[in-house]
């Protein structure tokens, strides 16, 4: 991660909250999952430090956005910042919303939570989709001593 992390600073900054590109001949060109106009992305706690980010950057690329998060004031920051659809799962189930709305997966996730959320992630990926895993914030927001939650990941190969 920390590569790729690198690699979009040398080809945006950030400035005043926007994402910008360095070289206005350039057109961006993201390193990290490739995502191309037109996928579908998913980013968890979209309005978190990286995630703000990663919606500004999937948005000017030209994909269609989903963001979750977990109030209403954040559900503010996501429509302000592009998302095209915001998932409040305090409100909402993830993992009903994106079977339902979503039915041939997402081609792309940024998950940061882990957990139950990136079980439902993985199941709602798409065919050839792309998983980076930008962090786990529920293994330090509960008891579990573990760095990693045990998934099954026996269906995995059909998957992919």
Same mark, same amino acid.
């Given at each position: 991660?920390? &590569?790729?992390? %690198? ?7 950030? $400035? ?7 070289? $206005? ?7 990290? #999952? %490739?995502?191309?106009?037109?996928? =579908?992305?998913? &980013? ?8 703000? &980010? #990663? !919606?500004?950057? #999937? ?5 269609? !956005?989903?963001?979750?998060?977990? *109030?209403?004031? +954040? ?11 915001? &998932? ?9 919303? /994106?079977? +339902? ?10 998950? =940061?939570?882990?957990? +139950? ?12 989709? %792309? ?6 914030? *529920? ?5 579990? +001593?573990?760095?990693?939650? $045990?998934?099954? /990941? *026996? ?6």
């Amino acid at each position: 991660m920390i &590569i790729w992390i %690198r690699s979009f600073f040398q080809h945006c900054r950030i $400035k005043y909250g926007i994402l910008k590109s360095t070289n $206005k001949e350039e057109k961006m060109q993201p390193q990290a #999952a %490739r995502i191309t106009s037109g996928e =579908t992305v998913l &980013i968890t706690a979209a309005a978190g430090g990286t995630g703000h &980010i #990663a !919606v500004q950057w #999937a948005k000017a690329v030209g994909c269609h !956005v989903i963001g979750t998060c977990s *109030s209403e004031e +954040k559900e503010k920051i996501l429509k302000e910042l592009g998302c095209d659809r915001i &998932i409040n799962y305090k409100k909402e189930d993830l993992g009903e919303v /994106l079977a +339902k709305e979503y039915p041939k997966g997402v081609n792309v996730i940024w998950e =940061t939570i882990g957990g +139950k959320v990136f079980t439902e992630c993985l199941k709602n990926l798409a065919v050839r989709g %792309r998983l980076l895993i930008v962090g786990g914030i *529920s293994g330090y927001k509960t008891e579990n +001593k573990e760095a990693l939650t $045990k998934v099954d /990941l *026996s269906d995995l190969p059909e998957q992919v």
